[in-house]
C-alpha cells in the first residue's frame, strides 16, 4: 500500500490550493479516506472524510464551508480542494485509508498513511 500526497505549498491568506494523494495497493474503492492535518506541538487533526460506498463526507468544523473532499475512483486518486485559506490552516497535511467501518472525522484507527505535504498560509 503507498499514498503519495502533492500540491501543498505557500499561499497567501484567502487563497486556494487543491491537494491530490495518489494511491496504489489493497485500498479498495469501498475504503474510508480522509485528510488530516498536524502542526508542532499539537494533536492531529481530522479534517475531512469520505466513505467508500456512497461518497458520504464529514468535516471539521473549522473547514467545513471552505474545503471539499472528493475522490476519483479511476484514478485512484483523493483530493482535498481548500478554499479561503487561513493563517490557521497552516499544516502538514496527510491522507489516509482505513476499512470501511466507523468512517468519521475523529477516528482513530486509520490503518495507511502518507508522508504528508506542507501547506504554508501567510
Known amino acids: 500500500v503507498q499514498l503519495v500526497e502533492s500540491g501543498g505549498g505557500s499561499v497567501q491568506a484567502g487563497g486556494s490550493l487543491r491537494l491530490s494523494c495518489a494511491y496504489s495497493g489493497d485500498i479498495y474503492d469501498s475504503y474510508c479516506m480522509a485528510w488530516f492535518r498536524q502542526t508542532p506541538g499539537k494533536e492531529r487533526e481530522g479534517v475531512a472524510v469520505i466513505e467508500g460506498a456512497d461518497g458520504t463526507t464529514t468535516y471539521a468544523d473549522s473547514v467545513k464551508g471552505r474545503f471539499t473532499i472528493s475522490k476519483a475512483n479511476t484514478k485512484n486518486t483523493l483530493y482535498l480542494q481548500m478554499n479561503s485559506l487561513q493563517h490557521e490552516d497552516t499544516a502538514m497535511y496527510y491522507c489516509?485509508?482505513?476499512?470501511?467501518?466507523?468512517?468519521?472525522?475523529?477516528?482513530?484507527?486509520?490503518?495507511?498513511w502518507g508522508q504528508g505535504t506542507q501547506v504554508t498560509v501567510s
Open positions: 489516509a485509508a482505513k476499512l470501511p467501518f466507523e468512517c468519521y472525522v475523529d477516528s482513530s484507527d486509520f490503518e495507511y
